[in-house]
């Protein structure tokens, strides 16, 4: 080949993909600029959202929102009188810090305490299932309103509070669509969709992408820094105990046994805490739905039951009365029922899912004292706690 010929073809294809990339290599471009107004914090375990850092904006995207496949939301965070960058028009734009947000979620209200942030909360879709006492007191000074309305969005009363950001759940199944009121009426609405997450510390790291929000990545990168080094240590701790007991999960309804599957969140929450989980090798991350007869021959021998109701006033008896079957278990017979129902309100409202979540560590140590409680004796059960008889 001529090497004039050559030459031309090398221009041609590097010219080529230079304009093929398009807000790619923007995007590429930006994050080469190491020169940013913000403190930084970095994404290690979660799957489901990215952080990047510019100049002048945060660019956060939700990766399969709704679970399974599907797009990639990007939103544009930036203080206020910031011109939008070019070559993000599909992304909603975030004005931050934000001041006043409406929550669909109590996961949400333990994402606000961890980051000391409660009182940026104007909204909630329902007032009912608060367990955090600094919310609960917000809402009795009314400084807090119900936003929900038939298991969805009361689009009419959001407009009229004006919130700078609706944080909403990314249901399976769901779309943007669904929201496209708020997005005409300029309120951004950004899908939380931590429960596509299979490991506690990846479920825990959503409360970087709140810290985004808040600008309070300086918080976040030192008080999550604290609790990834304890669980890991924890971990490590268990993995020395000498025997694995079995544990069982969860409870028999009339249409099926759902258990953890082998990769979810709770599974490893077993594993991690040194424990033997019949179903640890399924490669499912949802439930699975199993019949009482497919359960029953690992249920006679499992050293323990954990998540065995969620009523606070369960005991061993009320358990059994439900059906006869489960006084032959072995975990029934020694009363080693455990549930994650010992930090529950009178509105029947549970820690476990608002604090619990962005708290792990606290969680791995409630398994590891009640599946080795020589390792941790001087722990005291925070979440969990022994059904009486």
Request: net charge neutral.
């Amino acid at each position: 080949m001529p090497r004039i010929l050559y030459l031309l073809i090398s221009i041609s294809l590097l010219v080529s993909g230079c304009t093929s990339s398009g807000d790619k290599q923007k995007e590429q471009q930006a994050a080469a600029d190491t020169i940013t107004q913000f403190v930084k914090t970095d994404v290690h375990h979660a799957r489901g959202f990215d952080i990047k850092y510019f100049k002048d904006f945060k660019l956060v995207s939700i990766i399969n929102p709704f679970g399974g496949k599907g797009d990639t939301l990007q939103y544009v965070l930036q203080k206020k009188g910031v011109a939008m960058p070019d070559g993000y028009a599909s992304a909603q734009r975030i004005e931050i810090p934000v001041k006043s947000l409406v929550a669909m979620s109590s996961m949400h209200i333990g994402l606000l305490g961890f980051l000391d942030s409660e009182n940026v909360l104007t909204g909630l879709g329902s007032l009912q299932y608060v367990y955090s006492p600094k919310v609960i007191a917000l809402i009795k000074a009314g400084k807090i309103v119900e936003v929900g309305r038939d298991q969805g969005l009361n689009d009419e009363k959001v407009i009229e509070m004006r919130p700078g950001l609706v944080m909403t759940i990314g249901n399976p199944g769901g779309k943007m669509d669904h929201y496209r009121i708020l997005k005409e009426a300029g309120i951004p609405v950004l899908i939380n969709s931590e429960w596509v997450e299979r490991t506690p510390l990846a479920r825990a790291e959503w409360v970087k992408l709140m810290a985004a929000l808040l600008d309070k990545e300086e918080l976040v990168n030192q008080k999550f820094t604290q609790i990834e080094n304890e669980y890991e240590r924890l971990s490590a701790l268990a993995q020395k105990a000498v025997t694995k007991p079995t544990v069982l999960s969860g409870l028999n309804t009339k249409d099926a046994w759902f258990l953890p599957g082998g990769n979810s969140y709770m599974a490893r929450f077993f594993k991690d805490a040194g424990a033997y989980y019949p179903w640890q090798n399924d490669p499912a991350a949802e439930s699975l739905p199993l019949s009482f007869e497919a359960v029953y021959p690992f249920a006679l021998n499992a050293d323990y039951w954990l998540n065995v109701g969620f009523d606070s006033r369960d005991t061993r008896k009320s358990i059994i009365a439900q059906d006869t079957r489960y006084a032959d278990f072995k975990a029934v017979r020694a009363g080693r029922l455990y549930s994650y129902n010992r930090l529950v309100n009178e509105q029947g409202s549970n820690d476990f899912f608002e604090s619990g979540s962005v708290n792990p560590h606290t969680v791995l140590a409630d398994m590891i004292r009640i599946f080795h409680p020589e390792l941790l004796p001087d722990h005291q059960l925070v979440y969990y706690k022994q059904l009486p008889e």
